[in-house]
Nanobody
Framework: QVQFVESGGGLVQPGGSLSLSCAAS????????MGWYRQAPGKQREFVAL???????NYADSVKGRFTISRDNAKNTVYLQMNSLKPEDTAVYYC??????????WGQGTQVTVSS
């Protein structure tokens, strides 16, 4: 099981930007599909974006055109660039492998708050 540590969250005004980072352990990072997920208070965790080992990407409709996922295999890191942020983007953001399921183990995530 690869371990992940998220960072980069914070408070930002609507329309602003944030960049999240996810540092991973393990020598197989370059071979696995990585994803970003988020969970708002009182809501279920939801898919945000994924990137394959070949750097093909997929996004949830709610963030398409605003968020960009990328990876640096040499640094064992995956990124999420978030632009044009909306209050409904407020959530704890997590990174993990993709796909995920009932047995997936989650880290602490990083808090993103979009508010004026």
């Amino acid at each position: 099981q690869v371990q992940f540590v998220e960072s980069g969250g914070g408070l930002v005004q609507p329309g602003g930007s944030l960049s999240l980072s996810c540092a991973a352990s393990g020598s197989i990072f370059r071979l696995i599909v990585m994803g970003w997920y988020r969970q708002a208070p009182g809501k279920q965790r939801e898919f945000v974006a994924l990137i394959t080992s070949g750097e093909f990407t997929n996004y949830a409709d709610s963030v398409k055109g605003r968020f960009t996922i990328s990876r640096d295999n040499a640094k064992n890191t995956v990124y999420l660039q978030m632009n044009s942020l909306k209050p409904e983007d407020t959530a704890v953001y997590y990174c993990n492998t993709a796909p995920v399921g009932a047995t997936t183990r989650w880290g602490q995530g990083t808090q993103v708050t979009v508010s004026s």
